[in-house]
């Protein structure tokens, strides 16, 4: 049976788009596509073992967040033990592609440890 894991919006160690926030759908947006082909090209074996990446929106306390989700089918040993690996194995930060892709789109990255800097 088809199943999913929510993964994470961006890779772990990187601010991401914040409900409410003027721009926050159309961030959202780009984040989770570049995320996701990050994902993809971080997990190459796990596609040939047929799971999937999908960015679905989820209720949430503020609203709707935008996420990246691992899909999988739960009766297939590889693609449920890779779906989990990708879970606890994301990436701390964007590799170039990405950062690139989303410059692209007008989007600033700036690593989390350099946010919180910038905002106190």
């Known amino acids: 049976m088809r199943d999913y894991l929510d993964l994470a919006p961006t890779p772990i160690d990187e601010p991401c788009a914040m409900v409410g926030s003027y721009d926050y759908h159309a961030r959202a947006r780009a984040e ?35 996420e990246v989700q691992a899909c999988f089918d739960d009766e297939n040993e590889e693609q449920t033990e890779w779906a989990y690996l990708i879970e606890n194995e994301l990436p701390e930060a964007w590799d170039e592609t990405a950062r690139a892709q989303l410059a692209a789109e007008g989007y600033m990255t700036v690593p989390r440890s350099e946010f919180w800097s910038m905002t106190t």
């Open 32 to 66: 989770c596509f570049a995320f996701c082909g990050q994902l993809k090209r971080a997990f190459p074996e796990a596609l040939a073992a047929g799971v999937t990446f999908r960015i679905k929106w989820n209720p949430h306390d503020f609203g709707s967040v935008l």
